[in-house]
T-cell receptor, first 110, second 116 residues
């Protein structure tokens, strides 16, 4: 079945460390997105990519980086510059059938 | 820019009660409108959508009508069940002139709890 796979489901990071969240899709979608979810704040867009080797900043890109070397993959790196990285991170893709979301990664800074 | 405003929550209802969750939007063009549902610990699932004015989206007993005159897309269900307990997000997506997909803009979400 086609879908989006995010890994890991839970991730713990020490302060000052970079960490990379994985997002893979087999839907053949061109567009992919990363959202951050915090209680009471909805989903805020971090980065998005509409084609391989190209991506744009969203509303809260500071402290994050991405790459899009393959159509299927859109990894997100949370850098040590992100002041408050503890959150739930959702990856999504968009194609002819509409948006599809992954099941999320919960990142906790310890 | 685009924005979505949802009513404040949380909402707690008894089983079989009537549900209304308000959603209004601001957009510069002609957006498509969506309701997504999120069950605990999971990602988002599309509940229903409408792509033009006066369209009604429906699914699993939920309905929402695209009202351009009031810029609203309120979610309703006539009789809620315990299994409807979840977080509900209203969202919009606007196609750009270039034809490239636009990103989704979300409301803050509202938590619905249905008690037996």
């Amino acid at each position: 079945d086609g879908g989006i796979t995010q890994s890991p489901k839970y991730l713990f990071r020490k302060e000052g460390q970079n960490v990379t969240l994985s997002c893979e899709q087999n839907l053949n979608h061109d567009a992919m997105y990363w959202y951050r979810q915090d209680p009471g704040q909805g989903l805020r867009l971090i980065y998005y990519s509409q084609i391989v080797n190209d991506f744009q900043k969203g509303d809260i890109a500071e402290g994050y980086s991405v790459s899009r070397e393959k159509k299927e993959s859109f990894p997100l790196t949370v850098t040590s510059a992100q002041k408050n990285p503890t959150a739930f991170y959702l990856c999504a893709s968009n194609g002819l059938g509409g948006y599809t979301f992954g099941s999320g990664t919960r990142l906790t800074v310890v | 820019g685009n924005s979505v405003t949802q009513m404040e929550g949380p909402v707690t209802l008894s089983e079989e009660a009537f549900l209304t969750i308000n959603c209004t939007y601001t957009a510069t063009g002609y957006p498509s409108l969506f309701w997504y549902v999120q069950y605990p610990g999971e990602g988002l699932q599309l509940l229903l959508k409408a792509t033009k004015a006066d369209d009604k989206g429906s699914n699993k007993g939920f309905e929402a009508t695209y009202r351009k005159e009031t810029t609203s897309f309120h979610l309703e269900k006539g009789s809620v069940q315990v299994s409807d307990s979840a977080v509900y997000f209203c969202a919009l997506s606007e196609w750009r002139v270039s034809g490239a997909n636009s990103k989704l803009t979300f409301g803050k979400g509202i938590t619905l709890s249905v008690r037996p």
